[in-house]
């Protein structure tokens, strides 16, 4: 025998759900066995009526398989009706489970054994004195067409209720996943902010720092200069940190809080404050016509990169820094510096070229390392927006 499908929104029985059912399963069979049992007792038939009880008492215990085969038993118990009366209620308890899958094969299919095997009962049980053969007929019919009908009534509101309770899940569950996905990409950013704008400018302090440190010659106004420029620097790292802290939340709306981004503008203004910090560069800029805020600001970004890792790498080399471009060719950055300088003690993991690969993929350019004749160049082509 092969176990029914589970219907997902079949609720479990519980307790209580079991007792009521038992209960009324009881008060249908006596109400409608209790005037056929006594006629028969009344004639003697007292095989019809052990024969009766007996299969009630199968019918009893068989329904409580209903759901684990809902056509199998409620046929079976169905088929009773032959020549039993006491497994009415049972019988009816799985006409409706039946009915619940609302599957209208399954439904007719047992409607129909019910409604032949209650006509035969008077014709099969002797001297059981019946209503007329239409009158029979159609009450069996209209009695199971409205169990059927109840029963599938009761399986599309249990099915309604499991899709509106499956809905809510899934909707919490979305709700999560994108507050989930939303934290992910607030951190990345912020990340992403943090070293685009504190590592230049704590690369920038290493260095002076360990000039300072090297220079033991130095007169005591050099040394209070260079450590007062020093906190200079410290201080504007710790502003730019409160600015990237900024992106978090705005306490008065909630909303994201977007500090003011460099712009190509900002450019030469970053290659000075490098030259001020005593690096050596080579700034030269062809690029034709007003570069959008969106690509000046990724060419910013891979510029300050760049100084940054040649301040890292190569202290006390000329670096060389090119951009050209225009509309029709796009952008293109390039930040070079000889080999072989040694390097600072300024630790490094290289996060910063991941993030700067990413951000030129995400507007569609570019990003490259070279080695070339003794030099590293770092080479990025951007293409110019519409």
Known sequence: MTRAD???WQPPLTRWGRSWRLAVMLAVSAAVAGEPLVTLAD????GWILLDLLLGAAAFVLVTRRRRWPVPVALGIALTGLVSMSGTGP????LVSVATRRRWGEVLSVGVVAIVAGHLYVLLVPEQDGDPFWLTLFVGVVFTAALSGWGMY????RELLWQLRDRAERAEAEQALRADRSRANERARIAREM???LAHRISQIAMHAGALAFREDLPAHELRRGAADIQQRANAALTDLRGVLGVLRDPDTGGAVDRPQ????DVPVLVEECRAAGMAVDYAAEVAGAVPEALGRTAYRIVQEGLTNAGKHAPGAEVRVRLDGDP???LDVTVSNPLGFGASGTPGAGLGLVGLAERAQLSGGTLETRRVDGTFALHGWLPWPA
């Open 262 to 265: 460099p712009t190509f503008a």
């Open 154 to 157: 009761i399986g599309s509101r």
């Open 195 to 197: 070293h685009d704008v």
């Open 91 to 94: 019988a009816m308890l799985a």
């Open 6 to 8: 589970p219907v997902p």
């Open 43 to 46: 004639d003697g038939r007292w």
């Open 328 to 330: 029709d060719r796009g």
